[in-house]
T-cell receptor, first 112, second 113 residues
Framework: ELKVEQNPLFLSMQEGKNYTIYCNYSTTSDRLYWYRQDPGKSLESLFVLLSNGAVKQEGRLMASLDTKARLSTLHITAAVHDLSATYFCAVDGPGTASKLTFGTGTRLQVTL | NAGVTQTPKFQVLKTGQSMTLQCAQDMNHEYMSWYRQDPGMGLRLIHYSVGAGITDQGEVPNGYNVSRSTTEDFPLRLLSAAPSQTSVYFC????????????FGSGTRLTVV
């Protein structure tokens, strides 16, 4: 059974600071995803990581994937208040489609 | 493109009632799936489909039924609603390659009293 663990569950950080969210998964997977969710809203796709060593960046967010360690990171650079949201990583099951397993999410609060 | 459309957005049911949550996508995506989101538990997979006529169970399928008669539609049926099914339900779809990830609908907030 595929398990996905995220940490931390809650992160309070000051504007301008850097931090990293970690996502570990238990079995081989073809794809790893990062999503953002604002309160009461749906999930917004941030990154799709398809191969070992993949690194993607969008603004102040950078995601990377190490398939050997079964680890993905979401790095936040110089946080701003607009980044406050809950961030989820999710993994497709090995050799299967349409079966996402989600982490429990990291609630990020950026304070002034 | 409307993307993934879910209806209704809100619903209150009495215990024992049945209902269907609708999900439609206009992107010709092969893969569709249903998730429920409960506080502190992330999203959990209920049922999924890899194409018209093909469905399978996810992590928490009990009390739910699905069918996929067309590529566009993937309705979720609650057979006899229970308070434990109070949750937010999301439908998602993606192409076969998965390069662009999953697109999620706006969600249905269901309360069972």
């Amino acid at each position: 059974e595929l398990k996905v663990e995220q940490n931390p569950l809650f992160l309070s950080m000051q504007e301008g600071k850097n931090y990293t969210i970690y996502c570990n998964y238990s079995t081989t997977s073809d794809r790893l995803y990062w999503y953002r969710q604002d309160p009461g809203k749906s999930l917004e796709s941030l990154f799709v990581l398809l191969s070992n060593g993949a690194v993607k960046q969008e603004g102040r967010l950078m995601a990377s994937l190490d398939t050997k360690a079964r680890l993905s990171t979401l790095h936040i650079t110089a946080a701003v208040h607009d980044l406050s949201a809950t961030y989820f990583c999710a993994v497709d099951g090995p050799g299967t489609a349409s079966k996402l397993t989600f982490g429990t999410g990291t609630r990020l609060q950026v304070t002034l | 493109n409307a993307g993934v459309t879910q209806t209704p957005k809100f619903q209150v049911l009495k215990t024992g009632q049945s209902m269907t949550l609708q999900c439609a996508q206009d992107m010709n995506h092969e893969y569709m799936s249903w998730y429920r989101q409960d506080p502190g538990m992330g999203l959990r997979l209920i049922h999924y489909s890899v194409g018209a006529g093909i469905t399978d169970q996810g992590e928490v399928p009990n009390g739910y039924n699905v069918s996929r008669s067309t590529t566009e539609d993937f309705p979720l049926r609650l057979l006899s609603a229970a308070p434990s099914q109070t949750s937010v339900y999301f439908c998602a779809s993606r192409t076969g390659t998965g390069v662009y990830g999953y697109t999620f609908g706006s969600g249905t907030r269901l309360t069972v009293v």
